[in-house]
């Protein structure tokens, strides 16, 4: 079944360990990102990549960074890992212009 | 810069009861406009959404929303609630300049009441 697949599923992580979330999409969609969802907050935006080799910042890009090799794989890694990094991940892509965003089941990420 | 707002974060109603979950925008210019389901432990799922052309939209699972532009608004309303539409729902706003930003609002949880 085509869509995106997220990994790892969750994860507890020790403060200042490296961490990097992996994003696959086989719907061939040219742009991709990543958000953040917290309580009462809704999502943020972190990254994005409108194509393959090019990436931007989102409202929240502090303390992480992704790169865009191919279409398919859009990984989200966190240098250091701080406790307020704590929060549910979910990658998304979209076909064009003003199609929907699919997403992904998410990672759930603890930080201690 | 461009916003959502959602009025009520938790909206309980009785099982057959109106549902009207609230959305209101700031832009300078009509945006794209969606509404997303979140059940527990997963993604986002489309509802349904606004782009061009008729005002009043219908989605799926018997969801419909109008796009009142005087009012900057887009309120997600479903004549009879069912106990499966208790999820977490989100207004989201997509500038048609910029299309790389989709903003989120906070979301409104759903309840069900039977």
């Known amino acids: 079944i085509a869509g995106i697949t997220q990994a790892p599923t969750s994860q507890i992580l020790a403060a200042g360990r490296r961490m990097t979330l992996r994003c696959t999409q086989d719907?061939?969609?040219?742009?991709m990102y990543w958000y953040r969802q917290d309580l009462g907050l809704g999502l943020r935006l972190i990254h994005y990549s409108n194509t393959a080799g090019t990436t931007g910042k989102g409202e929240v890009p502090d303390g992480y960074s992704v790169s865009r090799a191919n279409t398919d794989d859009f990984p989200l890694t966190l240098a250091s890992a701080v406790p307020s990094q704590t929060s549910v991940y979910f990658c998304a892509s979209r076909r064009t212009d003003n199609s929907p965003l699919h997403f992904g089941n998410g990672t759930r990420l603890t930080v201690t | 810069a461009q916003s959502v707002t959602q009025l009520g974060s938790h909206v309980s109603v009785s099982e057959g009861a109106l549902v009207l979950l609230r959305c209101n925008y700031s832009s300078s210019v009509p945006p794209y406009l969606f509404w997303y389901v979140q059940y527990p432990n997963q993604g986002l799922q489309l509802l349904l959404k606004y782009t061009t052309g008729a005002t009043l939209v219908k989605g799926i699972n018997g969801f419909e929303a109008e796009f009142k532009k005087s009012e900057t608004s887009f309120h997600l309303t479903k004549p009879s609630a069912h106990m499966s539409d208790a999820a977490e729902y989100f207004c989201?706003?997509?500038?048609?300049?910029?299309?790389?930003?989709?903003?989120f609002g906070p979301g409104t949880s759903l309840s069900v009441i039977p």
């Open positions: 989201a706003v997509r500038l048609k300049t910029s299309y790389d930003k989709v903003i």
């Open positions: 719907m061939r969609h040219n742009a």
